[in-house]
């Protein structure tokens, strides 16, 4: 999903990125750019995550597992942060794999198309 919402602002931007380059803009200045702009975003989607899963992972667990009623899995706060950060630095490095299609971007193809 996160493949797809990064692509699709890629091509949305094209003009835009296209004149920024004609600017003097480096593609590592935009891919950074972009990069801080999704991580707002994912950083608070996997702090919420983390936050929901402390306290619902027992009862998801037992409505997951049919027949048992009550579950107890005791699950260190240290595995649930340590998988949001994994999370985080996974998701930024598909971000940055993702916008690096921006070096195909120059100003003379905007000159061409028109």
Same mark, same amino acid.
């Given at each position: 999903?996160?493949?797809?919402?990064?692509?699709?602002?890629? /091509?949305?931007?094209?003009?835009?990125? !296209?004149?920024?380059?004609?600017? !003097?803009?480096?593609?590592? %200045? +935009?891919?950074?750019?972009?990069?801080?702009?999704?991580?707002?975003?994912? /950083?608070? *989607?996997?702090?919420? *995550?983390?936050? /929901?899963?402390?306290?619902?992972?027992?009862?998801?667990?037992?409505?997951? +597992?049919?027949?048992?009623?009550?579950?107890?899995?005791?699950?260190?706060?240290?595995? +649930?942060? *340590?998988? *949001?950060?994994?999370?985080?630095? /996974?998701?930024?490095?598909?971000?940055?794999?993702?916008?690096?299609?921006?070096?195909?971007?120059?100003?003379? %193809?905007?000159?061409?198309?028109?």
């Amino acid at each position: 999903m996160l493949y797809f919402i990064v692509a699709a602002v890629v /091509v949305r931007r094209y003009r835009f990125l !296209g004149i920024q380059k004609a600017m !003097g803009f480096t593609t590592f %200045d +935009l891919m950074q750019q972009m990069n801080a702009s999704f991580m707002f975003p994912l /950083v608070s *989607g996997t702090t919420f *995550g983390i936050v /929901v899963a402390s306290f619902t992972f027992n009862s998801i667990m037992a409505m997951m +597992l049919a027949g048992v009623r009550v579950a107890t899995f005791d699950i260190p706060f240290l595995w +649930l942060i *340590g998988t *949001g950060i994994v999370l985080a630095i /996974v998701s930024y490095a598909i971000i940055l794999i993702i916008t690096g299609r921006i070096r195909k971007i120059s100003a003379y %193809d905007l000159v061409r198309c028109g």
